[in-house]
């Protein structure tokens, strides 16, 4: 898992001489070993990411000190390195995030594939930067870079949190950008609420994204022991915070899956990933499908929405014997599997 240079990595690489000339802050997720590349050839950089499994990585492979969270921890860094996030919205949050750590003057880079966005490099940094420059292009991916032309102003979460009803469940939902569901919620998602009926003990929101199906649940049934997990340090923030909006109390916490996930359930409830960055990508919810029955207590179930068109059923027989389908739409299908 990224080891292999991405065609944006590759992209980078030639251009080690402004990116290594002093020490970068990079944000994002370079899904390669880049990082380390970056440290051969001058000072090493900071990484800060908001994604889980790419945190891990950097662990293991020699990074520390990465960071991952909502917001970077607060200091001075030298130079920025954006890595153009999925959703413009979210750039314009990490941009608001990253920027008070550096001096007027300092470098900032924004780098992306040509497809994910990146060519609004020069509208997101405008707020900041009087000229931004187009440094490279190669491989589909583009590099932009502009100094900071006077202090962005102090972070402030609260400006980022976006809020909308769920009014059959009489809950306010916050979201963050990017977070999924961030301005309502997924139709998919209505069809699960609609479709569970009675949980009991301890209950796993796997993928809780803003916490909309957690604190459904919870609502519903306040004495669940409930948990709320996700790979997505805004999607987890933006689930505390819905939690707090709303009184309610839950265990949120970063999981790849379910390897950050300790004990048995009475139920595991989803609508689980089904997109990685730009490529679509199942294997997140195939490895949930294939572990799911390890994590549940006896006579506990796994209840998921799942795009209709999609294989699933197949794989839920083979783990848990059998698979019922518990409301269809054109769109959407509700599956239960039990132990
Ligand atoms: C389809 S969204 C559902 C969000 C929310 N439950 C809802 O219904 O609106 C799936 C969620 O799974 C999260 N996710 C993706 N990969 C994951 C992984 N490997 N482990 C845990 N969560 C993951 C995403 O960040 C996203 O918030």
Redesign the pocket.
């Known amino acids: 898992m990224f080891e292999a240079l991405t065609p944006v990595g590759e992209m980078l690489t030639r251009n080690f001489d402004p990116l290594c000339r002093q020490k970068l802050l990079i944000c994002g997720q370079l899904e390669d070993s880049l990082p380390r590349m970056l440290a051969e050839q001058g000072p090493a950089p900071a990484v800060f990411t908001t994604d889980?499994?790419y945190f891990q990585w950097l662990q293991q492979h020699g990074y520390p000190e990465a960071e991952f969270g909502h917001r970077p921890r607060q200091r001075l860094v030298e130079a920025l390195l954006l890595l153009m996030p999925k959703a413009k919205a979210e750039a314009e949050y990490l941009l608001a995030a990253c920027l008070p750590l550096l001096a007027p003057g300092a470098r900032i880079f924004i780098a992306g594939d040509n497809k994910g966005g990146v060519k609004a490099a020069p509208k997101l940094l405008a707020p900041y930067c009087d000229q931004v420059n187009k440094l490279d292009s190669a491989r589909r991916a583009s590099l932009y870079q502009a100094e900071l032309s006077r202090p962005a102003p102090a972070f402030q979460p609260a400006d980022w949190v976006r809020r909308y009803p769920l009014t059959e469940e009489g809950l306010q939902i916050c979201s963050l950008p990017g977070?999924?569901?961030a301005e309502h919620?997924?139709s998919?998602?209505r069809l699960?609420l609609d479709t569970v009926t009675s949980l009991h003990g301890r209950v796993l929101?796997?993928?809780?994204?803003?916490?909309?199906?957690?604190a459904s649940l919870l609502k519903r049934h306040p004495g669940l022991e409930l948990e709320l997990?996700?790979?997505?340090a805004l999607?987890l923030e933006a689930s505390r915070l819905t939690l707090a909006e709303n009184r309610l109390h839950a265990k949120v916490y970063?999981?790849?899956?379910?390897?950050q996930v300790t004990g048995k359930f009475n139920h595991i409830v989803?609508?689980?990933?089904?997109?990685?960055g730009l490529k679509t990508f199942y294997?997140?919810t195939e490895?949930?499908l294939t572990q799911a029955a390890d994590y549940l207590r006896p006579g506990g179930s796994l209840i998921l929405?799942a795009n209709a068109f999609l294989p699933y059923p197949e794989l839920i027989e083979r783990n848990f014997g059998h698979c019922e389908t518990l409301a269809a739409t054109g769109k959407f299908k509700i599956y239960r599997a039990t132990r």
Do not use: E, K
Not at 270 to 276: G, K, L, S, V, Y
């Open positions: 889980f499994r977070v999924f569901s919620l997924d998919g998602s699960l929101d796997f993928g809780c994204g803003a916490g909309v199906i957690g997990i996700d790979i997505n999607a970063a999981s790849d899956g379910l390897a989803t609508n689980p990933p089904f997109h990685a294997h997140t490895t949930l929405v």
